[in-house]
């Protein structure tokens, strides 16, 4: 697999507080990474930067790509409420600017219809439950095809019954779409269900300290959640926390 | 419709037992007609100079609403432009902020020289009272806009007027529509000032009848100028309502 992204000694300070000290991390092509972590711990500091929100204090981010075609899901949906769904999903193509109306709007019922959500397109975000807004927010990243996509704790305000929902669908796009994904969670269960890989950050200066690679004898479905590989993953993940934390 | 339904019954009932109770005082001689007509005098003297009230007060609407207008205009692209320039908000802004505390009563003379007798000064009036809140509100709602949609806007890499229309506008219209409710009352205080001065309309009205003593249309004169501010705020509460129907801006503030 060839690497999308490269970080070398990656440095981010916040006035004094060192937030991440020399981060080494290379993303692969189609890669779902997974970034583990306690609170505070800088995941979604590395996230914002290798998305281009934050700048690194020192140190090289570099792509190995002809065009960075990313996108990027919050924690909340961030739907604008004056938008109906569609013309929410359609923004990132409105700003480009690149295609016709009909185009757009085309491509915009496309990204919809991989989140299930073609039957709301007229409906206002205040009309939709957590779960809905979220596929929206996530219809949006994908409208204007990106290659890469940052997820920042997406499905944490969300029941969990929604959230194994939204974790099965996610997976199902991803590889649809040959996406290569990282994603920030508190949670070791959902990294083990999602990622190929699992990178568990320690709670000061942003080290590694575990390169988890996640490989499972059967597909990523509900039932993976009962399976001994998923609960082997997890048993290492844990054992590698509490050694850290406690 | 819907509004008729919810107007305030109590309110309704303090209201006509006020009414009752004055012209009761009156006819009593509780208190002098002379310095309170009652009701019933006031009714008859706006029915028998029925043209020219009306036309006095078309005439402070018309004045209210063009100084409301100017202030819309000029407020919300003086919002704009602050917004976008650090440098111009803290050089004008803070001169704003001090010419709003001089009452408008005060400078109505000075306009008077500048802009003559009648319209101009009266418009001239409402504007300088109206626009300071529409600048203020829409200054605010411009600078409220959440960090994760600016960010948002930032990784699609959208231009600034982009920004400006598709983001920081519509989430600006509530706090736009707070500052228009304290505007349409602020611009008839400014036309009214102005015509005390200038000329024309209730104001001018207000003024004469206080030389004659005809109390009885002074107090007409308010009546009607309660009913503008009345109707004013309706109509701007129903179009803010249709508005949200059709696109709901910001639903976390109410009316």
Known sequence: ?246 | MNSLKKINLPALISLLVGILLYEAAVYFSWIPEFLFPAPSTILKTLAENKLDFVKAFLETLQGSLAGLGLSIVFGIALAILFSLSNFLQKAILPFAVFFQTIPIIAIAPLLVIYFGFGMPTVVVAAFIVSIFPIIANTLLGLESVPKPELELFRLYRASPLQCLFKLKLPTAYPSIYAGLKVSIGLAIIGAIAGEFVAGGGLGAMIDSARTQQRIDIVFGALGLLALMGLTCLTFLRLSHKLVQKMRPYGLNLKD
């Open chain 1, 1 to 246: 697999m060839a690497t999308v992204l490269e970080l070398q000694n990656i440095q981010k300070k916040f006035k004094d507080r060192t937030i991440l000290e020399s981060v080494n991390l290379n993303l692969q092509d189609g890669e779902f990474l997974s970034l583990l972590g306690p609170s505070g711990c800088g995941k979604s500091t590395l996230l914002r930067l290798m998305a281009g929100l934050e700048n690194p204090t020192s140190g090289t981010l570099s792509w190995h790509t002809a065009e960075k075609k990313t996108a990027f899901v919050f924690q909340e949906a961030q739907l604008l409420s004056w938008r109906t769904v569609l013309e929410n999903v359609r923004l990132p193509l409105e700003i480009q600017a690149k295609l016709s109306q009909k185009e757009q709007d085309e491509k915009s019922h496309f990204a919809l219809q991989k989140v299930n959500l073609t039957s709301f397109e007229s409906f206002f975000p205040h009309e939709l439950s957590g779960g809905m807004k979220m596929r929206v927010s996530i219809a949006r990243a994908l409208s204007a095809s990106p290659k890469i996509l940052f997820m920042d704790e997406p499905f944490s305000a969300l029941d969990e019954i929604t959230r194994f929902g939204m974790q099965k669908q996610l997976r199902t796009l991803c590889e649809q779409d040959k996406l290569s994904v990282v994603f920030v969670t508190h949670s070791s269960y959902e990294a083990a269900f999602l990622a190929d890989r699992v990178l568990l950050m320690s709670a000061q200066g942003g080290q590694f300290l575990l390169n988890e690679k996640i490989i499972y004898s059967q597909p990523r479905e509900d039932s993976l959640r009962l399976s001994p590989d998923y609960h082997s993953h997890i048993a290492k993940i844990s054992a590698k926390m509490s050694e850290s934390f406690l």
